[in-house]
C-alpha cells in the first residue's frame, strides 16, 4: 500500500505505524495530516468524535519526527495517532463527558492515561463521543449527537465508548481508550468488529477518569488487533500512586504472550450465557469459536456461574447509588455550568436540570432512592452482597478452567431509535455486567458475521490480572477467524 494513500494508511495497526515512523518510511506529520483530513471526511457522518485536537497533535507530531530524526527515542507508540473517549481528562482540550453541564470546560491536567499515551510517543487527536457520564449501551445519550455504526450507519456502534470503537473501525484513528464500568469497551467493540480490552480493577490507573461508579469504572483499550490491544495495555498498565485503588503488581510482558497458542488450555463455557435470548446469528459464530478452538488443542468443558441472572439487577443498584454520590458535585456552584437563579435551591434546580440528561437523571434518583435511610439495607447492601456471590461463582469456575468464553452481546447492533425502554437498553449489556461486578479482566475479540453483514463479538473473561491469557487465547481465536484486515466498506 501506497504511504501517500490515507485510506491505506487508516489501516495501519498500531504496530505498523509505529514501525513505519520509526523506520523513516513515514513522518509522524504525514500520518497525522491524513488522519486528520480523513476524521474532516468521514465524521460529520459517524458522529464519532466531539473534539479534534488538530493544532495539538500536529505539534506533537512534528516533535517525534524532530526526535527521530536528532537519533532520540521517540517511545513504543511514537507517530501513532489514538483517540480518548471524552471522559478522560486531557490538559488544554474540552473535555465534557458527553453532558451539557461540563460543556466547553478545559481541564487544567492530563489524566494518568492521557500522560502515559504522551510519554510513550502517541499523537492524540481528539476526544470521542459517548454517553452522558458514560450511561448508555448506544451512544444515543451523549448530550450532542448520536454516534453511528460504521457497518451500517443506520445503526449504533454501542455504548458508552461508542464513539472510540467507531472511530477504530472506520479507520479514523489508529486506536482509542474507552472505560468500561458494565461493558462499555467490549459492548461497542463487539458491534464495531473490533478488539475491546477491560483490565482487571486496578491494573490500570483512573486517575483523571470522569467518574461514575468508582467500583466498576476501568479505562482500557479498544484497538483492530489483538497485539495492538496488547501494545496498549503494556504502556497504560502499572501502579499510580495517586489512585488509591491502584495495584503494585509487577507488568508483565504481554506481547510475549501472543504467540503461546491455546494447546492444552481450559475453556470453560457458562451455561448461563447461552439461554433463549441469544440471537442465532451469534449462537452460530460463538460455536464456530468454540470448534475452531478444540482443534487447535484447547480443552472445553461447560461451567456454571449460577448467580449469573442476579448481575443485571445487582449492577442497577450498585452503579446507580455511586453514580449519584459521583454526581453530586456537579451542582452549578461547585462544579458544572451555572444557571442563573434567585437563591440557593433554585440554582442547583436548574443547573442540574438543564445540565444532565434524562438517562443521568434517571440513574441518580435511582441511585439516591437506593442509598436513602430505611432502604439502604433493602436494596444497596443486598446488591452488594449478590456482588459477593457472583465473585463466588467466577472463583469457584476459575479453579476449573483458565479462561471463559461467552458471547459479547446477545444480537448484533440494532437500529437508532429502536429502543425506547431503559430496561431493553440495560439488556445489551447483560453478558458484560457480571465481570466488571468481580473486578475481571474481560475481552471482546471479533468472531464474525451476520448474512447482513454485522459483526459478531466472542468474550473472554480471565482470572484476575491474568490479561496475558486473555490476549493469548484472543489472538488464537483471531488468527482462526480471520476478519482483521475486513472493513466497512463505506469507509475502505
Known amino acids: ?38 476524521i474532516t471526511e468521514h465524521d460529520a457522518t459517524l458522529g464519532a468524535f466531539l473534539e479534534v485536537d488538530a493544532s495539538g497533535a500536529r505539534a506533537a507530531a512534528r516533535l517525534v519526527d524532530q526526535k527521530r530524526a536528532a537519533g532520540a527515542p521517540i517511545g513504543p507508540l511514537g507517530g501513532v495517532p489514538i483517540a480518548l473517549k471524552d471522559n478522560l481528562v486531557t490538559k488544554g482540550l474540552v473535555t465534557t463527558a458527553g453532558s451539557k453541564i461540563l460543556a466547553g470546560w478545559v481541564p487544567p491536567y492530563d489524566g494518568a492515561a492521557a500522560e502515559r499515551l504522551r510519554a510513550a510517543g502517541a499523537i492524540l487527536v481528539g476526544k470521542t463521543n459517548l454517553d452522558e ?9 451523549s448530550a450532542y449527537k448520536p454516534a453511528k455504526n460504521p457497518w451500517d450507519t443506520s445503526r449504533v456502534p454501542g455504548g458508552s465508548s461508542g464513539g472510540s470503537a467507531a472511530a477504530v473501525a472506520a479507520g479514523l484513528c489508529a486506536a482509542s481508550l474507552g472505560t468500561d464500568t458494565g461493558g462499555s469497551i467490549r459492548q461497542p467493540a463487539a458491534l464495531c468488529g473490533v478488539v475491546g480490552l477491560k483490565p482487571t480493577y486496578g491494573r490500570v490507573s483512573r486517575w483523571g477518569v470522569i467518574a461514575f461508579a468508582s467500583s466498576l469504572d476501568q479505562v482500557g483499550p479498544l484497538a483492530r488487533t489483538v497485539a495492538d490491544a496488547a501494545a496498549l495495555l503494556q504502556v497504560l498498565a502499572g501502579h499510580d500512586p495517586r489512585d488509591a485503588t491502584s495495584l ?93 437563579a434567585p437563591d440557593l435551591l433554585q440554582t442547583y434546580m436548574r443547573s442540574r436540570g438543564a445540565g444532565f440528561g434524562p438517562e443521568v437523571k434517571r440513574r441518580i434518583m435511582l441511585g439516591t432512592y437506593a442509598l436513602r435511610s430505611g432502604y439502604y439495607d433493602a436494596y444497596y447492601r443486598k446488591a452488594q452482597q449478590v456482588r459477593t456471590l457472583i465473585k463466588r461463582d467466577f472463583d469457584a469456575a476459575f479453579r ?7 458471547p459479547t452481546t446477545p444480537a448484533p447492533a440494532f437500529p437508532l431509535g429502536s429502543v425506547s425502554s431503559p430496561l431493553d437498553m440495560y439488556l445489551a449489556d447483560v453478558f458484560t455486567l457480571a465481570c466488571n461486578l468481580a473486578g475481571l479482566p474481560g475481552l471482546s475479540v471479533p468472531a464474525g458475521f451476520t448474512p447482513a453483514g454485522l459483526p459478531i463479538g466472542a468474550q473472554l473473561l480471565g482470572k484476575p490480572l491474568d490479561e496475558a491469557m486473555l490476549l493469548r487465547v484472543g489472538s488464537a481465536i483471531e488468527g482462526a477467524v480471520g476478519l482483521a484486515d475486513r472493513h466497512p466498506e463505506a469507509f475502505a
Open 1 to 38: 500500500m501506497s504511504v501517500a494513500d490515507p485510506k491505506g494508511l487508516a489501516y495501519w495497526t498500531v504496530a505498523d505505524t509505529a514501525r513505519r515512523v520509526a523506520a523513516g518510511e513515514v513522518t509522524a506529520e504525514d500520518v497525522v495530516e491524513q488522519t486528520l483530513a480523513r
Open 133 to 141: 457520564f458514560g450511561m448508555g449501551s448506544s451512544t444515543e445519550r
Open 248 to 340: 503494585t503488581a509487577p507488568v508483565p510482558d504481554y506481547g510475549a504472550a501472543l504467540a503461546g497458542g491455546v494447546a492444552g488450555v481450559k475453556v470453560g463455557v457458562p451455561k448461563e450465557y447461552f439461554g433463549p435470548g441469544i440471537d442465532a446469528d451469534v449462537r452460530a459464530a460463538i460455536d464456530q469459536v468454540i470448534h475452531q478452538l478444540r482443534d487447535a488443542g484447547a480443552a472445553i468443558s461447560e461451567v456454571s456461574l449460577p448467580h449469573t441472572g442476579l448481575a443485571l439487577p445487582a449492577y442497577y443498584l450498585v452503579a446507580p447509588a455511586e453514580a449519584s454520590s459521583n454526581l453530586a458535585r456537579y451542582d452549578g456552584l461547585r462544579y458544572g455550568a451555572r444557571a442563573d
Open 400 to 406: 476449573e478452567v483458565d479462561v471463559l468464553l461467552t
